[in-house]
């Protein structure tokens, strides 16, 4: 069936490196993805989004990079800070309305 | 930050009550949604509104309903609840009418329903 994973659940970075926090989906039909982050108690925030006729969208210390071949999304954080730790997940689009998520990841950032 | 605005924020009730929550948007987008979040588990939509009395059910629609009655509010209903309803409930938005298509949706910061 239809599915969005990530490959690890809790990912550990030192503060200043930088974060690759990936996703698999299984739809190839999926044509719009989005990254979100959501912290403690708050809704997920949109950070960025990337259709399916691009490779790569760069946001400010983000960026998404779209692997159609292997049904691989990822999303870098450079220069990562204290205030990006919370949980990470992807979503994939592939109809009108149907938005399908995985479960996160969640970042934590050491000083 | 779009405008959404869920109500309850938070809510306790007890098994076989009636529950409504609230989602409000000042966007004008034409698709509204419910979702609910549970851990271990993605974001799964309960129903959707794609448009003023146009409603569908999601993957996880049972003991739910919804009314939509203006393009600004979207009413997720439990008749009678069950603690296996205790849950954060997310209301989100996409599509800006009239606007071009861009697949964008937009979250609200939930509601935490907890069923004794």
């Known amino acids: 069936g239809e599915s969005v994973g990530l490959h690890l659940p809790t990912l550990s970075v030192q503060e200043g490196d930088n974060s690759i926090i990936n996703c698999a989906y299984s739809?190839?039909?999926?044509?719009?993805f989005i990254w979100y982050k959501q912290e403690s108690g708050k809704g997920p925030q949109f950070i960025i989004d990337?259709?399916?006729?691009?490779d790569k969208r760069q946001g400010q210390r983000v960026t998404v990079l779209l692997n159609k071949t292997v049904k691989h999304l990822s999303l870098q954080i450079a220069a990562t800070q204290p205030g990006d730790s919370a949980v990470y997940f992807c979503?994939?689009?592939?109809?009108?309305?149907?938005?399908?998520f995985g479960t996160g990841t969640r970042l934590k950032v050491l000083a | 930050d779009a405008g959404i605005t869920q109500s309850p924020r938070h809510k306790v009730t007890e098994t076989g009550t009636p529950v409504t929550l609230r989602c409000h948007q000042t966007?004008?987008?034409?698709?509204m949604y419910w979702y609910r979040q549970d851990p271990g588990h993605g974001l799964r939509l309960i129903h959707y509104?794609?448009?003023?009395?146009?409603?569908d059910k999601g993957e996880v629609s049972d003991g739910y309903s919804v009314s939509r009655s203006k393009t600004e509010d979207f009413l997720l209903t439990l008749e009678s609840a069950t603690s296996s309803q205790t849950s954060v409930y997310f209301c989100?938005?996409?599509?800006?009418?009239?606007?071009?298509?861009?697949?964008?949706?937009?979250f609200g910061e939930g509601s935490r329903l907890t069923v004794l």
């Open positions: 990337i259709r399916s006729n691009m």
């Open positions: 979503a994939e689009k592939g109809g009108t309305y149907k938005y399908i």
């Open positions: 509104s794609y448009g003023v009395k146009d409603t």
């Open positions: 989100a938005i996409s599509e800006r009418g009239g606007g071009p298509t861009t697949g964008e949706l937009f």
């Open positions: 966007e004008n987008h034409r698709y």
């Open positions: 739809n190839s039909a999926s044509d719009y």
